[in-house]
């Protein structure tokens, strides 16, 4: 997929528990998770927020986004 990467800096090397999910053509890594995360733990190197009106996966990763703000929050509360 195209993602609008505008990188001041980037990941140079992944920590051991990130794993990585996506990376650009240039080697760039666009997209981590945390390995054996408990909760939603992903980290995205371009901005979805640009476009999350237009573009499907934009909007799906801010969907799962909320969804897991919505449980965490549910568990807090009661």
Known sequence: MQ???LHRQA???AAPRLAV????????IEAV???D???FAVGVQW???YWVGTDGPS???F???GDAVRVYAASKAG
């Open 11 to 13: 990941i140079s090397q």
């Open 59 to 61: 909007s799906t990763l």
């Open 3 to 5: 993602v609008n990467s």
């Open 21 to 28: 999910e996506a990376v650009a053509e240039d080697g760039t």
């Open 37 to 39: 995360a408990k909760a």
């Open 33 to 35: 998770s945390v390995i």
């Open 63 to 65: 969907a799962a986004f």
């Open 47 to 49: 901005h979805p927020e």
